[in-house]
């Protein structure tokens, strides 16, 4: 079992039942605390739980008795040897979860204590409770880290890393983790061997080798602890991207000097022609992790241009791609997450565009997921390994650990800041400077790599000293960084509503800042993204997306997200669809002409065409689209542009159905239902909406691609509000008519006093 | 450094008019250069309040163009930086609103986004202009939330305008690097005092 430290045999199967055993009993307790009836989870808990004590019993008396006569027909036997491994590993996976649930139904500890902090103690916790019955623990395995527990979480935050925030600001985040991680492992390093000489702490022992060795170790920003802290506060988006991106950039020069420092170690002498290998091999191992990754990511987008007849398997290429990307990497010892990071930032643009909406949505979801679980598990193991492991408490050099990786970062913090500020437009203020600094936060990688070491003389002490490191930081560092964000008032995340507005504005902007720049004759930023871009749609897109959606410009696949979007929003809830509202807005935007329908006399075929026409044309009603990199909510997903035009035809058909009985039955809830009947795929409700009847103005109809030019629109009906009675015009009485319908219908809306705001409709349609 | 510049594209004159920027090869490819080229021209866009179109500019009128894309410095209030936010957001106003009216009408707006999709391939006039009414409805209906049906929606406004670009945070995100920061800015300062 990857989880034990030694090999266990079959005789000793019921002492390492033990452990078991106090996790059942673990979860049983808390799962009854947690919730209210969870039936059955104890009753499984009960029986396995009473099973081995009789293990061994049941064990022994077969053993013994197949040899002397034919025993009965064992009606009911007992096996757990059979399964253990798989069982022991899904119970760990389960109460990591288990634990992760009970942090969200109590919010008031989960307000203050970000959930990295709670699970390091429930992992304390667990230790210490096997370590009570005489048990030996288990540690967090370096090859479970490295090979199961780390790429699912660094794969979701490659995949979904924020492009253009990054790459605006490479520069700074490539000088942090650089410059900023040598800075640290040198100056920590460096002091902590004149540490070392002082006389009255009996660490003599310590060279200076070994102290650099454990400078690069305890110097890397960690992506986990970071990820698992900023996620909760919500900061702006830069300072987001400075620090995540250089926790996950710094792990190449983390590599290199980790590898450095123990080889010379070993060697007697280190030249200068060794130093400058160094510096070769980080070039190496950058670039290199940089470029498998990018070869992976690659071939997992051309593959995908075949997949529209598989689509089932589709998200399964994805993710095995990236995962022999980043193992690959390690096979060369190349950087492994620069590696995954470079595959998902290549594969996904093209992915995109080629995979279905479910295989999307499976992608997104599995992804938070796993990464979820991993960081559940990694926090957990933190805690119970520290319980676990042998230690060697050395006060001065713990105390002396914790200060200089203090005083380190904040001096590279302000040091770089100060020389990067000279090539940034837009500064980095004290208050940047101040979460950058603060927001250096070490985990469960220096952990791991702490535990790879081979001197096991100095690695207790190097241990303890890591593991304290790693508590300060994310104790103290994680739990006050959240008011200390309020108190600086340091400017927050915005929630983006990616109007179609803004995404026009942006597009002109860029073409304008690339147009300057030519006249100026500068070869800026711009010029060169616009170089790039021009290139991947002229020759790369068309290899690797398939069919028409290789020509789509950027604005066009954009409107039509949100179009799809808006669609499948207005389906889904069934709520207020404001067919009128958006003739009358549509009225309102257009210039005065002559012909203005505003009463339709009769419905007949064409003028339903002209409605469909009107409400395709248009509308656009923009949602909050909440940007975020968390763990716990998703984006919303625009809807696959390939609805046939059978499901079109069936829900006009339907639609037409109820409005006919429109009047006469009165809308209430029990309709929506069956409206959602004929949605498109009504499992694919990721997101809740609000179902009191919030109208939202203008409405659209789905709208396909543009080169389907007569695709059918969907017209939706409102529901009645209770609240439209301030209406004006007096409602005229319903009469049965197909006609009159739309008629009513449409003078019913006209005088509509008007729709709630816009932000709130907008909010309340995310989960 | 611009002045330097300046004297290359106009092939060592004292003034540029249109065909010199028209000939510069990287502007060739921008699916909005008449738009840009434009607005060197545009008496908008120099201080004061005068209107039309120059024929050449000289270097003085260049250089105010280029002062819109100057990036915020550390040291500036906050009211500086919304004065510069709304300057910028008047330059791009200024490119979109072509006769002058004040207002961006539905077919300046249209017209904006044709261009813009231009050079992107044969896309029909028609998604060009359902997108542009698509926009135009959004800025409506977030300025003006409670439009009664008979109320015609003129155009965008520059306050509206303001409002619906409030997100993108202009001031850092239209500025150029320029090769000799500090003797633009010191111009650019001069000639607003």
Redesign the interface.
């Known amino acids: 079992c990857a989880l034990h430290r030694g090999a266990p045999s079959c005789g000793s199967s019921a002492r390492l039942t033990a452990p078991t055993c106090v996790l059942l009993l673990l979860l049983f307790a808390f799962v009854s605390v947690a919730s209210a009836s969870r039936d059955d989870a104890p009753g499984g808990n009960n029986e396995t739980g009473r099973a081995p004590p009789e293990d061994s019993h049941h064990h022994h008396q077969q053993t013994n008795s197949s040899t002397h006569h034919k025993k009965a027909f064992p009606v009911l036997s007992f096996n757990y040897e059979h399964v253990r491994q798989p069982f022991e590993i899904s119970l760990w996976i389960l109460l990591a979860l288990l634990m992760k649930l009970g942090f969200h139904i109590i919010p008031r500890v989960s307000n203050v204590v970000p959930e990295s902090c709670l699970l390091i103690v429930v992992g304390l916790l667990i230790g210490g409770i096997i370590k009570a019955i005489g048990e030996k623990a288990p540690m967090l395995d370096s090859k479970l880290f490295f090979l199961y527990l780390l790429p699912p979480i660094i794969l979701d935050a490659g995949y979904f890393l924020p492009i253009r925030p990054f790459t605006e600001n490479m520069g700074t985040i490539l000088v942090f983790a650089v410059v900023g991680t040598l800075w640290n492992t040198f100056f920590v390093g460096g002091m902590m061997y004149a540490v070392c000489q002082i006389e009255g702490a009996q660490l003599g022992g310590v060279d200076l080798l070994s102290c650099l060795l454990f400078g690069s170790i305890i110097s890397a920003v960690d992506p986990v602890a970071v990820l698992a802290v900023f996620e909760e506060i919500h900061i702006n988006e830069l300072l987001h991207i400075l620090v995540f991106g250089e926790s996950l950039l710094n792990d190449a020069v983390t590599v290199v000097l980790y590898h450095l420092f123990e080889e010379f170690s070993h060697a007697d002498t280190v030249t200068v022609g060794d130093a400058l290998l160094g510096v070769v091999c980080f070039f190496v191992v950058s670039l290199g992790g940089i470029m498998v990754g990018a070869i992976y990511g690659l071939l997992g987008a051309f593959t995908s241009r075949f997949t529209s007849h598989t689509r089932v398997i589709e998200p399964l290429f994805v993710f095995l791609y990236s995962y022999m990307a980043y193992l690959s990497a390690e096979v060369f010892h190349l950087s492994g997450i620069m590696s995954l990071i470079a595959c998902g930032v290549m594969m996904r643009p093209y992915v995109e565009a080629n995979i279905s909406h479910k295989s999307y949505t499976t992608v997104k979801y599995f992804m938070k997921m796993w990464s979820s679980v991993s960081e559940t598990l990694i926090f957990i193991f933190l805690g119970v390994s520290t319980v676990a492991g042998p230690h060697a408490w050395n006060w001065t050099f713990v105390i002396f650990t914790v200060i200089l990786c203090l005083v380190s970062r904040v001096l590279g913090v302000i040091g770089l800041t100060y020389v990067i500020?000279k090539f940034r437009?837009?500064?980095l203020?004290k208050k940047d400077q101040f979460i950058v600094a603060y927001g250096g936060l070490r985990g469960a990688i220096a952990f791991s790599l702490g535990f790879l070491l081979t001197n096991s003389q100095l690695k207790n002490m190097f241990l303890t000293a890591i593991i304290t490191v790693i508590f300060f930081t994310v104790f103290v560092q994680g739990m006050t960084i959240r008011p200390l964000v309020e108190l600086l008032a340091v400017k927050k995340k915005?929630e983006?509503?990616r109007?179609?507005?803004?995404e026009?504005?942006?597009?002109?902007?860029d073409?304008?800042?690339?147009?300057?720049?030519?006249?100026?004759?500068?070869y800026?930023?711009h010029?060169w993204k616009?170089k790039l871009n021009?290139f991947n749609k002229a020759y790369v897109k068309r290899w690797l997306i398939a069919g028409e959606r290789s020509?789509e410009?950027q604005?066009?696949s954009f409107?039509n997200k949100m179009e799809m979007k808006q669609a499948m929003m207005l389906v889904e809830s069934g709520s207020a669809a404001k067919l009128p509202a958006i003739v009358?807005?549509?009225?309102?935007?257009?210039?005065?002409g002559p012909a203005r329908p505003r009463a339709i006399p009769s419905i007949s075929k064409s003028r339903e065409q002209e409605i469909r026409k009107i409400l395709?044309?248009?509308?656009?009603?923009?949602r909050q689209r909440l940007r975020s990199y968390s763990r716990h909510d998703l984006l919303i997903d625009p809807f696959e542009d390939g609805l046939s035009e059978v499901r079109f035809r069936r829900q006009r058909v339907e639609m037409e159905r109820r409005m006919s009985h429109y009047l006469t039955v009165p809308a209430n809830r029990q309709e929506i239902p069956s409206v959602r009947k004929v949605c498109f795929e009504p499992e694919h409700q990721v997101y809740t909406y609000d179902t009191d009847g919030e109208s939202l103005?203008?409405r659209r109809a789905s709208?396909s691609h543009?080169s389907a030019?007569d695709a059918a629109g969907l017209v939706n009906e409102s529901t009645r509000r209770p609240d439209q009675s301030g209406a004006a015009e007096p409602r005229p009485k319903a009469p049965d008519d197909q006609e009159d319908q739309d008629q009513l219908t449409l003078s019913r809306c006209?005088?509509d006093?008007?729709p709630n705001?816009?932000e709130e409709g907008g909010g309340s349609f995310l989960s | 450094n611009l002045r330097k510049r300046f004297l290359q594209l106009s092939g060592n004159e004292e003034t540029i008019s249109r065909e010199h920027l028209d000939t510069i090869p990287a502007l060739a490819e921008n699916p909005i250069k008449a738009q840009i080229i434009e607005a060197f021209f545009d008496k908008r866009n120099q201080r004061g309040d005068e209107a039309g179109a120059f024929q050449e500019i000289g270097f003085e009128q260049f250089l105010m163009v280029m002062c819109h894309f100057r990036p915020p410095t550390l040291k500036m209030t906050a009211e500086e930086k919304e004065a510069m936010r709304k300057e910028k957001l008047r330059f791009l106003f200024n490119m979109h609103d072509t006769d002058n009216d004040g207002t961006i009408t539905l077919e300046e707006y249209r017209k904006v986004v044709e261009e813009l999709l231009s050079k992107s391939g044969a896309i029909g006039q028609e998604t060009a202009e359902a997108i542009a009414d698509a926009a135009m409805l959004e800025v409506a209906s977030t300025n003006v939330p409670h439009m009664a049906p008979d109320e015609f929606y003129e155009g965008i406004t520059f306050q509206h305008f303001e409002q619906i670009l409030k997100g993108l945070e202009m001031e850092s995100r239209m500025n150029i690097r320029f090769l000799d920061v500090d003797t633009t800015t010191m111009r650019c300062g001069r000639s607003t005092s």
């Open positions: 500020n437009i837009v500064k203020t915005k983006s509503k109007s179609i507005n803004e026009i504005h942006t597009q002109f902007l073409h304008l800042l690339t147009g300057i720049e030519d006249i100026c004759g500068h800026g930023h010029h616009d021009r020509t410009p604005l066009i409107y009358s807005s549509m009225q309102n935007i257009q210039p005065r395709r044309a248009n509308l656009q009603k923009t103005r203008g709208h543009p030019s006209l005088s006093p008007g705001k816009d």
